[in-house]
């Protein structure tokens, strides 16, 4: 049997997903999501008549007999569910839509949309839509977006035009081919942009006929199933129903599910099983997500499809987890494979907590690409273990000592512990900004590790001692100069030209107010506690930082990057008296 591809729709937030099912569908599900965002990922089946109807004789220009069923559309809200939906050996989608704003171009998610569709070599269409904001734009009764755009002003045709010429442009710099479709001509190369309207449904024809001439013309082998097979699908929900309990909607991509198999998924403690108590199906053209009242009770369903299960003992049940019915005799090894993908860790790394299998297997990618090593991974809130276990990880290396954990919370002794320990917690609920806010993070560590060791550091200073400006002879003495190279700090030792060492400056002060640095240009006054003036030192004399052959060699070769030109010649000029003194002795 060919079983209906399953078409993921992908793209930046408010570019219009959930208008353009709802305009395949005839239903309004976007004007009644809280917030006017998606929230949940959602499937619905839009049967193959569905589709003539809207495309007309324009389906068979690819030249494809169709044979598919309909298409199983997957409604994302972002990029995170589209992960949940992959599965250890291959993908679930099939196929994708990414939905691009043309008025906006791409944004943050459309790149990350893109990056897992590269990840995962899904082909993908891109949906070029709102265009039905250009300027001048006259609304065509038609779905056909070739049909409408021939009836629109030469102006307005020009201005989407080149609105289309900058979206090639950018996708190209982010790595893929592409152009308007009737203008591919290797579908295979290139990625085919669609323009269209979902709020008005121009272009729409189009967009169906591509994603099913693909899906029929490429796909079909992949869409082979034998109905007979025991059922496999993956989590996309966890969600509690009136009625009905905890209830997991499922994306069924191979064989069949009866509803009184017993179903295998991964829990945090393992595999778990739970007997089916009832499958029900959303109705034609219906979402998975909205409320149960439109759905019915199905004895089994076949591949692909979107189902909502329910029984007892799916509490455990990690959304993102493969479900498999236990009549397939590899559901264990299947499960554990998965299992031990998702969850292999490093040895010494960073500690990452989220909300599901999906969004573990995802950052540990995103984490990965930029060589970002994981020491553990776990689901749910941030605990107190987790806080102890970043914090041992300080001996590793102090970059792994955070956790990182996506749309999850933190249990209050976490919190406390975090606080008493030092250990930050990175959390947020976009992908894309958590990986942002470790690489802010990283760059804060590294700034202030360079400041402490610059604290730390004993950086070579060349002073002259100003004419006429003893403040105090002695105990301690005080004394005008001027920093001509480099700089000093209270603490460090000075010596003279010829190496010996006179005592280790106290405080620096300019102008009564004390001072942590004088650099070069700088005039201030210095104490020093061992020395009489005009015994050791006198007007005119230059004093060189002390430092050791050693530390002198530490600089030059380790923190070279902390060094000035200046600073270089000068510790030059230091070694050459370290050099002479030695001599001397
Ligand atoms: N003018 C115009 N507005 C559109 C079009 N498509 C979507 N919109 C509007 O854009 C807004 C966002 O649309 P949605 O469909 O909710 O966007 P979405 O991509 O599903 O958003 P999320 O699921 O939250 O990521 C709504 O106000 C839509 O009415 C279009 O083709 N033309
Ligand atoms: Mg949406």
Sequence with gaps: MIRQPIITVMGHVDHGKTTLLDKIRNTAIASREAGGITQHIGASEVPISVVKK?????????????????????????????????????????????????????????YEAMDILREYKTPFIVAANKIDLMTGWK?????????????????????????????????SEAGFQSERFDRVTDVKKELSI??????????????????????????????????????????IEKKEEKGLGITLDVILYNGTLHSNDTVAFATSAGIGTAKIRALLKPKELQELRESSSKFYYVDFVSAASGIKVSGSGFDDALPGSLIISTKSPTYEQDINAELKEVFTTDKAGVILKADTIGSIEAISKLLGSIDVKISKKSLGKITKRDVLDAFSMRTTDAHNAVILAFNVGAEDDAISE??????????????????????????????????????????????????NSAFRISHPAVFGVEVVSGRVKPGYRMMKESGEIVGSIKEIQ???????????????????????????????????????????R??????????????KALLEVLAQINRDAKAQR
């Design 54 to 110: 809207i495309c007309g004789p324009l389906l068979t220009k690819m030249g494809a007999e169709i044979t598919i069923p309909g298409l199983l559309f997957i409604d994302t809200p972002g990029h995170e569910a589209f992960t949940n939906l992959r599965k250890r050996g291959g993908s679930i989608s099939d196929l994708a839509i990414l939905v691009v704003d043309i008025t906006k171009n791409l944004e943050p998610q459309t």
């Design 139 to 171: 609304k065509q009764e038609t779905y056909s977006f070739a049909e409408s755009f021939s009836k629109q002003t030469k102006e307005v045709q020009e201005q989407l035009e080149a609105k289309l010429y900058s979206l090639v442009g950018t996708l």
């Design 194 to 235: 669609i323009p269209l309207s979902a709020r008005t449904g121009e272009g729409v024809a189009e967009l169906l006929m591509y994603a099913t001439g693909l899906s029929q013309k490429f796909l079909e082998k992949r869409l082979n199933i034998d109905i007979n097979e025991p059922g496999v699908g993956g989590i």
């Design 418 to 467: 975090s606080q008493a320990t030092g250990i930050d917690l990175l959390r947020a609920d976009i992908i894309y900004k958590l990986i942002d806010d470790y690489k802010v993070w990283i760059d804060d560590q590294r700034k202030r590790e360079r400041d402490l060791l610059e604290k730390a550091l004993v950086f070579p200073g060349k002073i002259r001692i100003l004419p």
């Design 510 to 552: 300019d102008n009564g107010a004390g001072k942590q640095e004088a650099a070069k240009g700088d005039s201030v006054a210095i104490s020093m506690e061992e020395i009489t003036f005009g015994r050791q030192v006198h007007e005119h004399d230059t004093l060189y930082t002390y430092i050791s052959s050693e530390d002198i």
């Design 554 to 567: 530490a600089l030059q070769f380790k923190h070279a990057d902390l060094l000035s030109d200046d600073d």
